[in-house]
């Protein structure tokens, strides 16, 4: 699969990082990427805890009628064409 590495992601409070965090990790993660491989960097455990929870979430969301389409147009969006 063809999704674009190491990627630095910094911008303001309320800005969409977490969103823009949790898709590259599931689209890592969707190409075939073993998470113990991919690292995440945020500055508090309770962002970190977000992320993981934000993460979990979208999983469950894609089990849901239409769920997977939420799941993987983001995705698609920053840069893996091929899921």
Do not use: L, M, T
């Given at each position: 699969m063809n999704?674009?590495?190491?990627?630095?992601?910094?911008?303001?409070a309320g800005s969409g990082k977490t969103h823009r965090l949790t898709t590259r990790y599931l689209g890592l993660i969707l190409s075939g990427e073993p998470p113990e491989s991919i690292l995440a960097v945020t500055f508090t455990r309770t962002a970190a805890g977000e992320i993981l929870e934000r993460i979990l979430e979208r999983f469950l969301d894609a089990l849901e009628e239409e769920g997977s389409k939420r799941l993987l147009d983001p995705v698609q969006k920053e840069g893996c064409e091929e899921l």
């Open positions: 999704f674009p590495y190491h990627r630095i992601i910094r911008a303001s």
